[in-house]
C-alpha cells in the first residue's frame, strides 16, 4: 500500500457523459500528479499540482481537466466522454517537485 | 520533448537467470530514473531509481546503471524468482525545481520460468 488513494475503483458510463476521479495524496505529499494509461498509448502523464497550483502539462485533452484543494486532495475531471477514454487512471504523489512519485491503486473508466 | 524507449518488449528468462532491460533517452537535462514493477491489475511500484550525478546503484537483486554520455540506463535483476514476473518500466524525469514530469517507457513483459 503506498498511501495514496482514489476513488472510484471502477467507473462505467456512456459516451457524453462527465465523470471525476478523486485523489488524496500520502501525507505529508505536496505534489500530485495524473496518468493515464490505456493497452496502446501505455502510461502518459496527464497534469501535475503541487501544493495548489498547476506545475506541469503534458498530453491532457481541453475536455479534461483537473485541480488541487487547499487539503491537497485533487480531482480529475473528464468531459464529453469518448470510447477512447477508457483507461486505466493512476495518481501519484510526491513530497515535492523532484522527488519519487508514489502511485495509487488507479481508477478503472469504462465507456460504453 | 523528452523521449524515452525501452527494450525488448517481453523477455521470458529460466527461474535463477539474470535479466536486462534497457532504456534510452532524448533529453540530455533529464537528472531522475525510476524503474516501476507492475502486476496485472495492480499499481506501478517504484522498485529502484538513479540520479545523474550516479553511474550505478544496487539493492539486493536489483541494480541500475546509467551511461549519461550514451542517453542510455539499464535495469538489472539478478537470481530471477517467479514473482519478479511483471511489466516493468523505466521513466526518465523531465523538469527542474518543483516540476517533475515522468516519461515512460513502453514497458517490458517478463516472464520467469520456474
Known amino acids: 500500500d503506498s498511501g495514496v488513494t482514489q476513488t472510484p475503483k471502477h467507473l462505467i458510463t456512456a459516451t457524453g457523459q462527465r465523470v471525476t476521479l478523486r485523489c488524496s495524496p500520502r501525507s505529508g505529499d505536496l505534489s500530485v500528479y495524473w496518468y493515464q494509461q490505456s493497452l496502446d498509448q501505455g502510461l502518459q502523464f496527464l497534469i501535475q499540482?503541487?501544493?495548489?497550483?498547476?506545475?506541469a502539462k503534458g498530453n491532457i485533452l481541453e475536455r479534461f481537466s483537473a485541480q488541487q484543494f487547499p487539503d491537497l486532495h485533487s480531482e480529475l475531471n473528464l468531459s464529453s466522454l469518448e470510447l477512447g477514454d477508457s483507461a486505466l487512471y493512476f495518481c501519484a504523489s510526491s513530497v515535492g517537485g523532484g522527488a519519487e512519485q508514489y502511485f495509487g491503486p488507479g481508477t478503472r473508466l469504462t465507456v460504453t | 520533448g523528452e523521449n524515452v524507449e525501452q527494450h525488448p518488449s517481453t523477455l521470458s528468462v529460466q527461474e535463477g537467470d539474470s535479466a536486462v532491460i534497457k532504456c534510452t533517452y532524448s533529453d540530455s537535462a533529464s537528472n531522475y530514473f525510476p524503474w516501476y514493477k507492475q502486476e496485472l491489475g495492480k499499481r506501478p511500484q517504484l522498485i529502484i531509481d538513479?540520479?545523474?550525478?550516479?553511474g550505478e546503484k544496487k539493492d539486493q537483486r536489483i541494480a541500475v546503471t546509467l551511461n549519461k554520455t550514451a542517453k542510455h540506463f539499464s535495469l538489472h535483476i539478478t537470481e530471477t524468482q517467479p514473482e519478479d514476473s511483471a511489466v516493468y518500466f523505466c521513466?526518465?524525469?523531465?523538469?527542474?525545481?518543483?516540476?517533475?514530469?515522468?516519461?515512460f517507457g513502453t514497458g517490458t513483459l517478463l516472464a520467469v520460468q520456474p
Open positions: 538513479i540520479r545523474s550525478n550516479v
Open positions: 499540482y503541487y501544493n495548489g497550483e498547476e506545475r
Open positions: 521513466a526518465a524525469r523531465q523538469g527542474g525545481g518543483a516540476t517533475n514530469k515522468l516519461i
